[in-house]
């Protein structure tokens, strides 16, 4: 079992940076690759990123390749999500998220976190 609960989310001006958190409870957090996904009101949830349990592979949407950062401390079971440059259509609730295997699709994810808005004004 693995409970996460992301933290870092609030509302910036378009050009502005965030970093956005996500720390794990459970002894098997290292053994999980994360992932970060948003939603939009009306839309659907989408894959933003994700990194390996080791952190040696990050995947990257291409809407966000360049600008978004995701990293992990497996010491201090933490993943995070550095966005610099974020635009308008950046804002959306964050969610990470654990799977034991990976992927870009939310069905491949095992645990989520509830969730963190993210607002970037115009």
């Known amino acids: 079992q693995v409970q996460l609960v992301e933290s870092g989310g609030g509302l910036v001006q378009a050009g502005g940076s965030l970093r956005l958190s996500c720390a794990a409870s459970?002894?098997?957090?290292?053994?999980?690759?994360m992932g970060w996904f948003r939603q939009a009101p009306g839309k659907e949830r989408e894959f933003v990123t994700a990194?390996?349990?080791?952190?040696?592979?990050?995947y990257y949407a291409g809407s966000v390749k360049g600008r978004f950062t995701i990293s992990r401390d497996n010491a201090e079971n933490t993943v995070y999500l550095q966005m610099n440059s974020l635009k308008p259509e950046d804002t959306a609730v964050y969610y990470c998220?654990?799977?034991?295997?990976?992927?870009?699709?939310?069905?491949?994810?095992?645990?989520w976190g509830q969730g963190t808005q993210v607002t970037v004004s115009s």
């Open positions: 998220a654990a799977s034991r295997y990976s992927g870009t699709y939310p069905g491949a994810y095992d645990y």
């Open positions: 459970g002894r098997t957090f290292s053994s999980y690759a």
């Open positions: 990194i390996s349990w080791n952190g040696g592979r990050t």
